[in-house]
């Protein structure tokens, strides 16, 4: 099962995120064979959260991941968003014919109330990183909608969901994260 992890940063958490950035990565070394997408999100030059797709065997090992987390544990993150994922691109980031590095990346998130929508991966795949709909821990309900994608701009982003089929959505300057 697949699920989509973003851990928001708590306002005033840098100095202890960066104190816990070795243990961070030490821990999610552990997943590195689960990890489908990983990387910080931003505001400017300010790490903003961290980002985590990852398949596990259940809800409860997807509670564990997240959870358990050196920096969740230390009280940097003011909140988890954990949400079963369904992987629509069939790859990892690590797949992403775009490589690492050149032009944005942005984390877009489209959430709910209503039917699913933008349950098809949009036909203009070449910029996305990732892409799929949240969904309720069995699976059943649509929640959302998750994508990474490389845009010139957080406009250009956003226009990868359907503006008018969601409750909010979210954009965040994203990065590929791990070890180099």
């Given at each position: 099962m697949e699920f989509f992890c973003y851990h928001r940063d708590r306002r005033g958490s840098m100095a202890l995120r960066h104190g816990l950035?070795?243990?961070?990565?030490s821990y999610m070394d552990?997943?590195?064979?689960?990890?489908?997408?990983?990387?910080?999100?931003?505001?400017?030059?300010?790490l903003t959260?961290?980002?985590?797709?990852?398949?596990?065997?259940?809800?409860?090992?997807?509670?564990?991941?997240?959870f358990d987390e050196p920096c969740y544990q230390?009280?940097?993150?003011?909140?988890?968003l954990l949400r079963r994922w369904r992987n629509m691109l069939g790859r990892t980031m690590g797949d992403f014919?775009?490589?690492?590095?050149?032009?944005?990346?942005?984390?877009?998130?489209?959430?709910?109330?209503?039917?699913?929508?933008d349950l098809a991966v949009p036909p203009d795949q070449d910029e996305l990183i990732a892409y799929g709909p949240l969904l309720s821990d069995d699976?059943?309900?649509w929640l959302g909608t998750a994508a990474l994608v490389r845009a010139p701009d957080p406009d250009t982003a956003r226009a990868v969901l359907a503006p008018d089929?969601?409750?909010?959505i979210e954009v965040h300057a994203w990065e590929f994260g791990g070890r180099r």
């Open positions: 950035l070795e243990e961070h990565w552990r997943y590195e064979k689960e990890l489908i997408a990983r990387g910080p999100t931003f505001a400017g030059d300010t959260g961290s980002v985590h797709i990852v398949d596990l065997p259940d809800p409860a090992a997807a509670r564990a991941f997240a230390a009280g940097a993150y003011r909140d988890v014919p775009g490589g690492r590095t050149g032009g944005n990346r942005f984390l877009v998130l489209g959430l709910g109330p209503g039917k699913g929508t699976g059943a309900t089929r969601y409750a909010d």
